[in-house]
DNA sequence: ACGATAGCCTGATAGC
DNA sequence: TGCTATCAGGCTATCG
């Protein structure tokens, strides 16, 4: 499941990958995939544009194109990226490629079909959905403790919902949000705006770490997850309590729970995570 | 306005 | 080559 450190670590990769080479032709197998423009449009303006640079916002990714076009990809579960010469069988699930006029190709494979591409003007971005309901990103510097406690003080959600809420902060998705309220020492039920300055400070603080941790280790590989080079992430290695219930807690030892919070499959310790 | 929830989709797995 | 129900979850639409 791509959430912030595996979408940046693809960006990473990809970029090694792509940078500066142009698209000759678009081939879309699965129409859905592409929600604006029309699939028609989608495909002539594409030809001809070159990659300038990949950014990321959130879980989105941002391919800068020339032109002062942008081509916004969001992998959901299990999207993947790869670079391919284009003698190179397609694989099943393959629903998008972006032919290069080098010989290679862009193929975007995705086996649940629930990721989404739209293509717009660099300055609609951050005007226009899917990017202008973002919250901030988890490691600008104007997202601060302090603005990070105002907004759950007005959350009559529970934490986990909250953390999950990408106007909240952007990025954190199921696994990371688990992992943070675990060293946060924080149960997933709890109310937002119940928490105490200094329990959302913590918060605020291990999203940060975490996130930082996982992209250090090249992203978590719990599923399907692999980066633009096809290699897989290693801070599954890491994790405290995401899919470890029925093992001990590696802190205090007690049995790891799994739940449902947020309609999310939750793991947590009951001793070390205070209600 | 906000919170909660169904639906999208396929493959892995558990249970019978 | 056993079959079926359940689960995985990010985001959007919809409902209350």
């Not at 990809?14 to 000759?24: D, G």
Request: charged share 25%; hydrophobic share 35%.
């Amino acid at each position: 499941m791509p959430e912030l450190p595996e979408v940046e670590t693809v960006r990473q990769t990809l970029t090694q990958l792509v940078l500066n080479k142009t698209i000759k032709e678009v081939k879309v197998s699965l129409p859905r995939i592409v929600r604006s423009p029309l699939l028609e449009d989608f495909e002539n303006i594409l030809p001809g544009k070159s990659i300038t640079a990949i950014d990321r916002r959130g879980k989105f990714l941002l391919f800068r194109l020339s032109g002062g076009w942008t081509l916004i990809s969001h992998l959901r579960m299990e999207g993947n990226y790869g670079v391919f010469a284009s003698s190179e069988p397609v694989v099943k699930h393959t629903h998008v490629i972006f032919v290069f006029d080098d010989g290679t190709e862009l193929r975007y494979r995705d086996v649940r079909q629930f990721g989404t591409m739209d293509l717009m003007k660099t300055d609609e971005v951050d005007n226009r959905p899917p990017i202008n309901k973002l919250g901030p990103e988890p490691f600008a510097e104007d997202w601060t403790s302090d603005v990070f406690y105002k907004k759950l003080k007005s959350k009559k959600k529970n934490i986990k919902a909250a953390l999950l809420d990408q106007e909240v902060v952007a990025g954190v998705g199921n696994i990371y949000a688990d992992e943070i309220l675990f060293r946060s020492k924080v149960a997933p039920m709890v109310v937002a705006a119940d928490l105490s300055k200094q329990k959302a400070k913590s918060i605020y603080e291990n999203t940060k770490q975490v996130l930082a941790e996982a992209i250090e280790a090249g992203g978590s590989s719990v599923k399907s997850y692999v980066n633009g080079q096809g290699k897989m992430g290693m801070f599954q290695q890491q994790l405290f309590v995401y899919q470890k219930h029925g093992q001990p807690c590696t802190v205090c030892g007690r049995e790891i729970l799994k739940t449902r919070v947020a309609g999310r499959g939750t793991h947590y310790c009951s001793k070390c995570q205070k209600s």
